[in-house]
């Protein structure tokens, strides 16, 4: 499908004739089918949309609404508008607009005709969207944060002073963006923007930009579709299996987000003045974006055979490398491809979110936004899951295979157990004095296993780990030692209050570095006080960092990162580390601090915390979202202990593009 057929509205049709004539309809009708009856169901279902567009030809489920049936759509779409819009000005009240090609503005009649080309300005891919995106988030709050303050007395139209929301609009607007709202050419002739306040303005751009993203995501899975998963030569050398192992139910994505993508689309060309999104996204977020889920939880083995395949298929390896350096996929490899669902589910969140935080309070457009945002928060914790589930199960049997109980043995695999941590430590093996030091060897290595609900000490032993030492995790004690010397640097003490033979232990330990003692410490203790403040202590003040540079986990206790995730410093070191609470999802882990910068404006910290906390309200159930702020600041959820295992999910939302330490 050409980027020119994703998106087709009747504004970019020629009018006909007079007002009272409609465009001929298509010489192909497209057939009702029966197991479209829940789409029908909805408020928002498909009408009779004829249209010569290559997008819908290329539809696979599409019906054929009566006249009765559009009707009822048009009228249910207008109460909906009229509720959400009712601080619109009155000429705006109801969505609907003339389908002759004409709009009627303070009096006057404008011809729009080919006016709305939101088609031809979604020229990118989903993956350079997204990236794109992201770097205007993080150029949007460090232009806030340097922007000069406004002089008393000095007029506002002089001043240099950039209102956040104008700044926003400031950054998309650019050649390598998505088109604005605003710059449609529709938009511009109806005489809206005189009319909405800046507020309802930012509003519509937020709107849009979800609607023009999915565009965007579509024409990326359509490559992935025809170029890929399609292709002759690459289908031919590959067995059943594999094409199964790379692809999945990718086509069941596909789908769903063609008929996702068919209701936004109906829904603005309907009025270029959108009455709300959300209630869609729920929608289908509870009807159809369950494929989300089988197809991220796949990708832990999609990965691994990807690599196996290329390894030993040598017509294979062939085949995709001349495949990826076709000029129609930009350059961009066939994993970010493969990554695609998984980037979009998490994504569409944030979108929401950020309409969320922009919907006036106690609005139905904000209850609708709770309600899509609680609905990709249960689908994206059940992605989470479903990866974690199988990941940890795996690594507690690969665990398993590699240890030799001395004595008394400790059943590893348990559903209810993960990895946390693990790695060499020096053990001392006698008291600190002169003659020890110089008569033997002052430490020893043992390695350390640290999982959420248990502590094994072990001794390497070639390929495997005798267990010396065992103690449940809430029975673990750790003490901060101050360097003595190099010889005694980066050292501290665990106490076992009851090991496996019931009796409390000692032992000294030495990390590597700095960072690494802090983050022993950490992993073995949780519950002690970090350095900063966490989000749910509500102290506006606490430092916070924005991510510049994606970054992958590397080890269980650090946290895969992407582009302009904020995040609540909690620990920092003096040699590269930080660990940090991320404001929008809660999660908690460590990550190098060359990936992040400061945001030193408190006004902008502030800000992040109010925003966060309304999404953070939202997601524990939506209500008092004007009157529980003080609740939901001391009430702000914990983050998960799996949440230091580092996320699995987010380390394949950054497959392809991974910052290595």
Known sequence: MSVTALIKSKWGQKSQGSSGKHPPASSQPVHEEDDDEDDAKSSFSRGANRRNSRFYRSMRKKKLATDSTKSREDGSLSSKASASSSHVPILYKSPLLPRTGQLSANGETCQIGRSLKIVKNIEFLYQEYRDTSKQQEIEQRRQRENRSPVKEGTPMQESVVTSPPALQLQLRNNAQSLSLWQNLEAVQASGLLTQLDQKEIIMQEAMFELVTSEASYYKSLEILETHFLRNPILFNTLSQSDMHFLFSNIEEVMKASERFLMDLENRIEESIFISDVCDIVHHHAVEHFSVFIKYVINQVYQEKNYRRILEGNQPFREAMASLENHPRVR????????????????????????????????????????????QLEQIVRACDEGVRKMS???????????????????????????????????????????????????????????????????????????????????????????????VLAHVFNLKLLENQEERQVNYMLKASSMSDKLRWICALTPNRRTRFMSTSAHQADSPQVQCIQSYSAQEPDELSTEMADVMNLLERTNDGWMMGERLHDGERGWFPSRVMEEIHSKEVRAQNLREAIKIQLAQDGGASLQTGTRVGLRGRRTPKASSLSGTRTDQMGNWGETVNQ
């Open 331 to 374: 350059g961009l490899s066939f994993t970010s491809f493969l990554i695609l669902p998984f980037q979009r589910i998490t994504r569409l969140k944030l979108l929401v979110q950020n309409i969320l935080k922009k919907a006036e309070e106690n609005s139905e457009r904000e209850a609708n936004a709770v309600k899509a945002h609680q």
């Open 392 to 486: 940890r199960t795996e690594e507690l049997i690969s665990i398993e295979k590699t240890l030799e109980f001395k004595s008394k043995s400790v059943p590893i695999i348990s559903h209810s157990r993960w990895l946390l941590k693990k790695g060499e430590v020096q053990v001392m093996t006698g008291p600190k004095s002169t003659r020890t030091m110089r008569s033997r060897k002052l430490y020893q290595p043992f390695y350390l296993f640290l999982f959420n609900n248990l502590l094994l000490v072990t001794k390497r032993s070639g390929e495997k780990f005798q267990v010396l030492d065992s103690c449940t995790r809430a029975m673990l004690r750790t003490e901060d030692l101050e360097d003595q010397g190099q």
